[in-house]
């Protein structure tokens, strides 16, 4: 049975090594008034954030620095407070899925008086969000072309994901080469990230469109052959490019179409990340296999058959 569906993404993506110079005309959309919104260190060792510089120039920009890894809900309560005192038009998330998320999350609380975990723990309802543009430093969650965002909260230890129409990213600038300097470790992460994101999609014993099964599994092709050259050669480019697009494409709800969802893996794995801190990509690795063992009947193994 394939189930009756709606398919809506708005997102405009920027795709190559050339568009940044697109950058000042979609901020302009918005406004003038821009928070920055980037981690750690490695936008500045890198260059990334010296060369944005020549595109802001005519930008009042505010920055909003060190989200963490599973961002924690402290780092979006900061960056609401930055976007109310400082009157902020846009954001301007500079990063990997981390940054995106804790910025879709800022966005939403800007325009909120109640506290932003409220989102989470009581399902408060988003009204209104302000406009997020994205510049993606590593191919993984594919935040940059969907609605939604999971958030930590160290203090309780728990990690929670929402999703709303209005934390769907305006823009999105994907340039292959941003992922030049992703490290062995994260890169393989990333590229789980992208096979789990399919996986939770793909493994199901309800009827399903030929056509989706296809594109599913194209993907964990390419990100399966794609994925180790990125390994050895760090700056192969259609190797990052492959891999970014694929990050993309697993999780902007055009595979989702059709098909009743459980996600049980990532819901398991918020767990681990919250209690342990692990990386998302690092706790599916964990977890698949094992959950693909434990649901294996006659019923769905068709399904392994093919994948294998």
């Not at 493994?203 to 052959?225: L, P, W, Y």
Request: charge should be negative; proline fraction near 3%; aromatic fraction near 12%.
């Amino acid at each position: 049975m394939i189930n009756d569906f709606v398919y809506y993404n708005p997102v405009r993506v920027y795709f190559g090594n050339n568009q940044f110079e697109n950058l000042p005309d979609v901020l302009n959309e918005y406004g003038n008034r821009i928070l920055l919104v980037y981690g750690g260190k490695s936008i500045k060792n890198t260059g990334l954030y010296d060369s944005l510089q020549q595109y802001l120039t005519a930008f009042s920009v505010f920055e909003l620095s060190g989200i963490e890894p599973n961002p924690d809900i402290d780092s979006v309560r900061e960056g609401a407070k930055l976007c109310k005192d400082n009157k902020i038009d846009a954001i301007l998330a500079v990063g990997g899925g981390s940054v995106v998320d804790a910025a879709k999350w800022i966005a939403a609380a800007a325009y909120v008086e109640h506290d932003a975990w409220d989102f989470f723990c009581r399902k408060t309802s988003i009204e209104k969000a302000l406009p997020l543009i994205t510049i993606i430093t590593i191919a993984a969650t594919g935040s940059e072309m969907n609605h939604g965002g999971v958030i930590s909260n160290r203090a309780e230890v728990r990690k929670v994901g929402r999703s709303s129409p209005l934390l769907f990213p305006k823009a999105s600038f994907l340039n292959p080469e941003l992922t030049y300097t992703v490290n062995g470790y994260q890169t393989v992460c990333g590229s789980v990230d992208i096979l789990s994101h399919v996986m939770e999609l793909y493994f199901h014993n309800q009827g399903s469109m030929e056509m989706m099964d296809s594109m599913m599994e194209s993907i964990m092709k390419t990100v399966v052959k794609y994925g180790a050259v990125a390994f050895d050669e760090p700056t192969n480019y259609m190797a990052r490019a492959n891999l970014m697009w694929s990050a993309s494409w697993a999780i902007n709800g055009f595979l989702n179409v059709g098909i009743r969802q459980e996600w049980t893996c990532h819901t398991i794995e918020h767990e681990l990340s919250a209690e342990y801190g692990i990386t998302h990509g690092h706790g599916m690795a964990i977890l698949i296999p094992r959950w693909l063992r434990y649901c294996h009947s006659d019923d769905r193994s068709i399904k392994y058959r093919n994948f294998a």
